[in-house]
C-alpha cells in the first residue's frame, strides 16, 4: 500500500491525448504495474496460506489470500464444519496461480492434511477434545473427517448405550478424543463414548450413593439379551432376570418389554460395590396367586393351556401367572415307562382334574387320566384267569415281555411262557415292539396292578406228544446248532432241541463233532417237567458195538453148549450099551436061580 503514495493524480487531464492514444500520465505502465503488484500478498505454488472467506455459496466457497484474484473451493470441503462463516480465516493450499481461465486454484482439504498429522499428535499428547465430521458407515463403525484424515470409530465407542441406527450419526460434527495412533499404517482410532463416559462417572457416583433394596426407580429399556433385560438408571445400568419380568412364564424377554421404553423397576439385589444390580418388574404387580378363585377346590375341574413341557410332565397355566404340574403319571393309567411328550404338547388347551392345591406355597398338581375310569375297576370280570386275548407288545426286559390288552392295563409273559420248545435268551429273539400276541390270563394282582399273563399256554402242550417221540433209547436225526462250554445244543425233529455234553460228542473216529454237523442222536434221558432232553451222538455207534460184542458172545456160548450136548449124548449111548449088556446077565443069573430053586 505505500506504493500507492507514489501515484497522484492528475488534475488536468487531456482527454484529446487519451482519445489519440498519447500517453497522458507522467507515470509508465511499467511503474503502474510494479506499484500494483506491491499490493499483492506474496502467494507461492504448493504453499498452505493464510485466507479469509468472502463468500458461501452452494457449491463453493470464495476465499481473498490477498492475490489478484479470489480463489474458489469446492464447499463439500468445508462439510466438516457447517459454522462457517463469512469473514473466518482459513488455511488454503496453493494449487496454481493461475488456471487457464486465470483463476486461483485454492485446496483447503490439502492444506489440513498437510498440518493434520502434527495436529493429531499434538491432539494425542494433549488429550485434547477435537472436532469431526461422520463421514459414512463402514464395517465396525464409522469414518470421520479430522484435520482432513479419516479416522475410524467404532461402533463400541460411539456412545454408552448400543447404537442401533448408525444413519443416524452420518452427516453430523461431534466432539472426540483421539484413542490410538498407528503411525506404520497411518491409522487414527477416535472415541466420542469417553467424553460422555467422563460425565457419566459423577452420576454415577451420586445415583449409587443413593442406592437401597426396594427401592422403586425409573429407567429405560438399554438392551434385551434371552436371559433379561438391562435397564439404564441413568448412568447405571441394572439387569431384571427374565424370571422377574413376569409371574407367568416368558418365553423371550421381548414379549414383554421394548427398547427405549420407560418403566419402573425395584431394586432386589446388589453387590458390596454396588457394580451389578439386579432388578424386579414383576415385583411391582399383584401376584396372581392372590386372584386365584377363592373357591377351587381338589377334585374339581380346570382349564389351562400347556406353557412348558418336560419329561417327567407338562406345567399348565390354569390362569395368567398361575400354573399346575401335571406329573407324567398322571396322564394315563398306563403303566409303561413314557414321556410326557408322547401325551401333550406345548399350546395344547386342555382341562384337567385338581389333586393337590396348596395356596400357601402357591404349588398345584393336577391330573389327566382322572377324567377317564380307571380301566382296573373290575378287572377280573373282564379279564378272569384263564381267559385268553390279543393284546400289543409294548417293550422288553431280560426277563419278558410287556403286553397291552387295553390302554391302561398290561401284564407280563414271562420268557419261560413264551414257547413250550424254544430256549428263548432274549425276548427280542421271539417278538418285536407293536407286534400283536396271543395272551393267557394266569394271574391278577389287583391292588399291585399286576398281571400274570403267558402266551404257550394258548398252544397245546406238545411234551405230552414228545413224550412218546423221543423215548429213551430211540435215535433222531440233530443238527448241532450252538457250541458251549459244557456242551452243545442240538435241534431235533419237531422244533424240540436237546442237549448233548461234550464226551457225547465224540465221533467214532475220535473227533469232536463240530457245530452245523448233522449226525444221529440217542436219547438218553427225557424230562417231560423240566422240559429237557439229553442226546448222546457217541452212544449210537458205542451201543452198536456193544450189541455186536453180546451177539458174538452169544454165537460163542451156543457154539460151546452145542459140543457139550454132542459129548454127553455120546457118553450116554455108551452107559446104554454098557446097561443093557449088564442087564442080560443080570437076567441070566435070575434064570438061573429060579432053575435052581
Known amino acids: 500500500m505505500d506504493n500507492l503514495k507514489n501515484i497522484q493524480p492528475v488534475a488536468d487531464f487531456n482527454w484529446d491525448e487519451f482519445e489519440k ?14 506499484a500494483y503488484e506491491g499490493t499483492l500478498s506474496n502467494v507461492k505454488e504448493n504453499e498452505v496460506a493464510i485466507g479469509t472467506v468472502t463468500k458461501i455459496g452452494k457449491r463453493e466457497v470464495l476465499v481473498n489470500v490477498g492475490f489478484k484474484s479470489e480463489g474458489s473451493i469446492s464447499a463439500s470441503e468445508f462439510r ?9 480465516e482459513v488455511e488454503v493450499f496453493v494449487e496454481s496461480q493461475e488456471d487457464k481461465k486465470g483463476q486461483l486454484i485454492l485446496s483447503h482439504r490439502k492444506a489440513r492434511a498437510a498440518r493434520s498429522w502434527d495436529r493429531i499428535n499434538e491432539a494425542l499428547e494433549k488429550d485434547e477434545v477435537i472436532k469431526g465430521y461422520v463421514k459414512c458407515r463402514t464395517k465396525g463403525g464409522m469414518i470421520v473427517d479430522v484435520f482432513g484424515i479419516e479416522a475410524f470409530l467404532p461402533g463400541s465407542q460411539i456412545d454408552v448405550r448400543p447404537i442401533r441406527d448408525y444413519d443416524a450419526y452420518v452427516d453430523k460434527t461431534m466432539e472426540f478424543k483421539i484413542v490410538k495412533i498407528n503411525h506404520e499404517f497411518r491409522n487414527v482410532v477416535v472415541s466420542h463414548k469417553i467424553l460422555i463416559e467422563a460425565e457419566l462417572e459423577a452420576q454415577k457416583a451420586e445415583i449409587i450413593g443413593k442406592l437401597e433394596k426396594g427401592q422403586v426407580l425409573e429407567g429405560v429399556v438399554k438392551n434385551i439379551t434371552s436371559y433379561g433385560v438391562f435397564i439404564d438408571l441413568g448412568g447405571v445400568d441394572g439387569l431384571v432376570h427374565i424370571t422377574d419380568l413376569s409371574w407367568g412364564r416368558v418365553g423371550h424377554p421381548s414379549e414383554v418389554v421394548e427398547l427405549d421404553q420407560k418403566l419402573n423397576v425395584v431394586i432386589l439385589e446388589f453387590d458390596e460395590n454396588k457394580k451389578r444390580i439386579a432388578l424386579g418388574l414383576k415385583q411391582l404387580m399383584p401376584h396372581p396367586w392372590d386372584a386365584l378363585d377363592p373357591n ?12 412348558v413341557m418336560a419329561d417327567y410332565g407338562a406345567f399348565v397355566e390354569v390362569a395368567p401367572g398361575v400354573e399346575g404340574l401335571v406329573h407324567v403319571s398322571e396322564m394315563s393309567w398306563t403303566q409303561h415307562l413314557r414321556t410326557a411328550q408322547d401325551f401333550l404338547h406345548v399350546g395344547d388347551e386342555i382341562e384337567t382334574v385338581i389333586l393337590t392345591l396348596d395356596r400357601e406355597d402357591r404349588k398345584m398338581s393336577l391330573g389327566l387320566k382322572q377324567l377317564k375310569e380307571d380301566p382296573w375297576a373290575g378287572i377280573e370280570e373282564r379279564f378272569p384267569v384263564g381267559s385268553r386275548h390279543k393284546g400289543r407288545v409294548r417293550n422288553f426286559t ?12 398290561d401284564g407280563l409273559v414271562h420268557i419261560s411262557d413264551l414257547s413250550w420248545t424254544k430256549k428263548i435268551k432274549h425276548p427280542g429273539e421271539f417278538t418285536e415292539v407293536g407286534a400283536e400276541m396271543e395272551i393267557q390270563v394266569l ?25 412218546t417221540i423221543f423215548k429213551t433209547g430211540s435215535v433222531h436225526e440233530g443238527t448241532i446248532i450252538e457250541l458251549l462250554e459244557k456242551g452243545a445244543v ?10 448233548a455234553t461234550p464226551k457225547h460228542l465224540v465221533k467214532q473216529d475220535g473227533t469232536q463233532a463240530a457245530q452245523g454237523e448233522q449226525l444221529e442222536f440217542k436219547v438218553i434221558e427225557f424230562n417231560k417237567d423240566s422240559k429237557r432232553i439229553i442226546v448222546s451222538h457217541s452212544r449210537v455207534f458205542e451201543d452198536a458195538q456193544k450189541a455186536e460184542s453180546r451177539a458174538a458172545e452169544r454165537a460163542e456160548r451156543g457154539e460151546a453148549k452145542r459140543k457139550e450136548s454132542n459129548t454127553a449124548s455120546a457118553v450116554a449111548s455108551n452107559n446104554a450099551s454098557s446097561e443093557k449088556a449088564t442087564l442080560g446077565d443080570l437076567d441070566a443069573l435070575a434064570a438061573l436061580k429060579e432053575k435052581l430053586s
Not at 466438516?80 to 473466518?88: A, T
Not at 431280560?398 to 392295563?409: K, L, M, Q, S
Not at 394271574?443 to 413224550?467: A, T
Not at 442240538?490 to 442237549?499: D, N, R
Open 21 to 34: 492514444g498519447q500517453s497522458i500520465c507522467p507515470v509508465s505502465i511499467e511503474e503502474q504495474a510494479k
Open 80 to 88: 466438516y464444519n457447517p459454522d462457517l462463516k463469512v469473514g473466518d
Open 296 to 307: 377351587l377346590k381338589v377334585g374339581d375341574k380346570i382349564k389351562g393351556k400347556v406353557v
Open 398 to 409: 431280560n426277563f419278558g415281555v410287556f403286553v397291552e390288552i387295553e390302554e391302561g392295563v
Open 443 to 467: 394271574e391278577i394282582d389287583k391292588e399291585n396292578r399286576r398281571l400274570s399273563l403267558g402266551h404257550k399256554q394258548c398252544e397245546e402242550n406238545p411234551w405230552d406228544v414228545f413224550e
Open 490 to 499: 442240538v435241534a431235533l425233529p419237531y422244533g424240540v432241541e436237546g442237549f
